[in-house]
């Protein structure tokens, strides 16, 4: 019985619909059908699965399990939580692979499903081949078994492992995502005064979108931590992988500047060490880590790609400006932004500074946050070339490394296309307001060129 799939559920870095019109239980049955039989055919057996508090996600995780079951794999069913928890039992449980059914940080109706194969990030090729397989009907039969394990407790005690923070008066907003209850767990065993927003898991997200990219979703933290004077505040998206964190006086540290953070401590453990951040990261962040003696490398956007990208190089840090921040220091080299919470708390004491005090130190630099805007899922690579062909063409400075950037002596701007949504995104960065109007206008005008407007 062959199965198709709707082209848009097959992203680069994982798989991603809207429940009900391109994602439903059949898809999730051949998911588990497909990835099942080429973990067996990889001489696997066994598959950690979990799922986020969306609406749609446990129907989706019951037939994921089926579909897996019916090719002769067994599932490990760890239940509700966030992503890397899942992450987690894939290391460690005794598993050959893991899925996590999570819509991440996307609509409340959307939903999809996160991969990885034998310890590593499957993606791009992974799922064109694993489509083509449901397409053919290419899969093992077999009757796998069904088993449900508690994880949650160990994977707190592994966020704690050699914690030698202080204690400090911090606010936690998770969004109503499916982060609450560990961060539920985590604050009681941490030192400290913790206040914490929004735990409890729902799927309808009544309080704001659980997306800490968006400034406007982190306007309860921003007023919980300037009420109660707190130190700082952390907040995670709908399924807990990125973290977004604001200062004691309610700014904003982007993930470009957490890395700027981390990558001090973390280069003295390891100097010379390669450190990634994707495209939309600030030059300011490339500049640090060559300063601290590390190397700097600009690579693509996608939680999958800066993954695989970490092994090649032996990286110990690396992190994107949407607050996926990977540590294979002391860790497993996922994104985690629990796990990111705590090095914070253990970045701040190291430094001996308060967060307040490290943003303050930081280059002064004008840029834009992550400008998003919709295109036709045709036209929005379409867009890309088209840029990329003129730039070329006019002798540009610049990066096509994913997407465009381009390179002037007091700023750049960049456009790619989004993997996950029907976008094109954008970001400018300059030293002056000048600068930065300037590169706004050149964005804007190839934009146009195209037939886009921001």
């Not at 081949?129 to 394990?149: H, R, V, Y």
């Not at 979703?217 to 505040?233: I, R, T």
């Not at 280069?267 to 951040?277: E, F, H, V």
Request: cysteine-free.
């Amino acid at each position: 019985m062959a199965h198709r799939f709707d082209p848009s559920l097959l992203r680069e870095y994982d798989m991603r619909g809207v429940v009900g019109a391109t994602l439903g239980d059949a898809d999730a049955y051949a998911v588990g059908r497909s990835f099942g039989s080429l973990i067996r055919r990889a001489s696997g057996s066994k598959i950690a699965v979990g799922y986020d508090g969306r609406l749609s996600s446990q129907a989706l995780e019951a037939a994921l399990v089926r579909g897996l079951n019916d090719s002769g794999v067994d599932a490990l069913r760890i239940g509700l939580g966030p992503t890397p928890m899942l992450y987690y039992a894939e290391m460690v449980a005794g598993v050959d692979g893991g899925i996590q059914i999570t819509g991440s940080h996307n609509p409340a109706d959307h939903n999809g499903f996160k991969l990885v194969f034998q310890h590593r990030p499957f993606f791009g090729a992974d799922i064109q081949a694993l489509a083509a397989m449901a397409a053919a009907g290419d899969w093992e039969e077999g009757a796998g078994l069904d088993e449900s394990i508690d994880i949650m407790d160990r994977y707190v005690a592994r966020l704690l492992e050699r914690f030698d923070g202080g204690a400090f008066r911090i606010g936690w907003d998770a969004g109503n995502g499916a982060a609450g209850p560990v961060v539920e767990k985590l604050t009681q065993l941490l030192p400290g005064e913790h206040h914490l927003l929004f735990t409890d898991i729902d799927g309808h997200f009544p309080n704001h979108h659980p997306d800490p990219t968006e400034e406007r979703n982190l306007a309860d933290l921003k007023a919980l931590v300037l009420d109660k004077k707190l130190d700082f505040g952390v907040a995670f998206d709908g399924d807990g992988d990125r973290i977004g964190v604001i200062d004691g006086q309610g700014r904003v540290i982007w993930g470009d500047q957490l890395l700027g953070i981390f990558v001090e401590l973390v280069l003295k453990d390891a100097p010379g060490a390669t450190i990634i951040a994707d495209v939309k990261a600030s030059r300011a962040l490339f500049d640090r880590v060559a300063e601290l003696g590390g190397q700097p490398l600009m690579w693509k956007t996608g939680h999958s790609l800066i993954k695989s990208k970490m092994k090649q190089t032996d990286s110990p840090l690396a992190g994107e400006m949407t607050g996926h921040i990977f540590f294979a220091d002391e860790y497993y080299g996922y994104d985690d932004g629990l796990y990111a919470a705590v090095r914070l708390i253990r970045a701040a004491t190291a430094l001996g500074r308060s967060l307040t005090a490290l943003r303050d130190a930081m280059p002064t630099l004008i840029n834009t946050p992550e400008l998003r805007f919709p295109v036709e899922e045709s036209r929005k690579f379409a867009v890309i070339e088209e840029v990329l062909a003129r730039l070329r063409a006019e002798g540009a400075d610049m990066a096509d490394v994913d997407g465009v950037r381009v390179r002037s002596p007091d700023g750049w701007w960049l456009l790619r296309a989004s993997n996950t949504q029907d976008m094109l995104t954008a970001r400018a960065e300059s030293i002056s307001q000048a600068g930065l109007d300037r590169l706004i206008h050149q964005l804007d005008s190839q934009l146009g060129r195209s037939g886009v407007r921001r």
